[in-house]
């Protein structure tokens, strides 16, 4: 099999030696060229042909974004983003999911040793998740305003008793919001664990909530579960679902990594399994790895319902595919159709018009 063919843009020359040295190592990929701004990567691409791009978004002459953007729309391909783990870093990363970039990856701290070498075993794995993956031609969206008719007054007592549970890895952030944006303000309580660090998953959140008819926010662990209301892993911990009294609470477990992540898919289906039994709808979107595949088990036994994201409309199918060969999952999806699976099951009016 031949290598993966990396090429490297970023304007600074320690980070392209870095990453350049981590990849030579895999003996499955290899660096075909670097370039410091995107007009010097255009033409390595053209005349080397990579597998995948990393690429920084801070740089002279034109930013990432853009870069990406024009990339998307005329040469698609997969992309990694190599990003600051700030608030502002974190914005700008999830603009560059939506245009497109497969994944992303941490820039290096001031400290050598405990920035971009600490982190070389994610960087390999998001490029060989990254040579596998589904890209498409970028095409703004139209953009959807939800109708926040509906409140949680008119919620169904199925809505009341009910919680839907999502999971998600590599490619995630633009599937839930798929997902999400399409129900409406009388859904039942959403749960959502998507891999994403610390830092990232607050700006995530604010951004599901600008979009959606759904009250979206970072989950801080104590808050009751509501109707019309979703809650996001926090970077730093596993989401899970208590109920005291007959009333359902979100909670922080700050234990070690699950399936090699925090916050892990698995931890949050196995206490919504606990707490709601059949009253579940759980999801498992586009990721790599299995996380959430044992999760589904536990949830099928409790007798909920199992749902699994098509493979033709994930970026990468190792999630759904993991979860599907447990043997517990209902139904697979594309994509455009779990929204409607749900408003079907819980008797909703939808939040915008299905295609």
Known sequence: ???????????????????????????????????G????????????????????????????????????RLRPMPVVMVSSLTEAGASATLRALELGAVDYVAKPSAALDGGLLSLAEEVVEKIRAAA???????????????????????ASGLAHDSIIAIGASTGGTEAIKEVLVRLPRNAPPVVVTQHMPPGFTKSYADRLNRLCALTVVEAQGGERLLVGHAYVAPGHAHLVVTKRDGTAYTALDDGPRVNRVKPAVDVLFRSVA??????VSAIVLTGMGRDGADGIRAIKAAGGCTIAQDEESCVVFGMPKAAIETGCVDLVSPLAGIAQILIQRFKLVSAVPQH
């Open 1 to 35: 099999m031949n290598p993966i063919k990396v090429l490297i843009v970023d304007d600074s020359a320690l980070i392209r030696t870095l990453l350049s040295e981590i990849v030579n190592r895999e003996r499955d990929m290899v660096v075909v060229g670097t370039a």
């Open 37 to 72: 701004d995107p007009y010097a990567a255009r033409e390595k691409i053209k005349e080397l042909d990579p597998d995948v791009l990393t690429l920084d978004i801070e740089m002279p002459r034109m930013n990432g974004l853009d870069f990406l953007e024009k990339l998307m």
């Open 132 to 154: 596998g993956a589904r890209v498409r031609r970028y095409v703004p969206a139209p953009s959807v305003a939800p109708v926040h008719a509906g409140g949680a007054e008119s």
């Open 274 to 279: 606990a707490a709601f039994g059949s009253r």
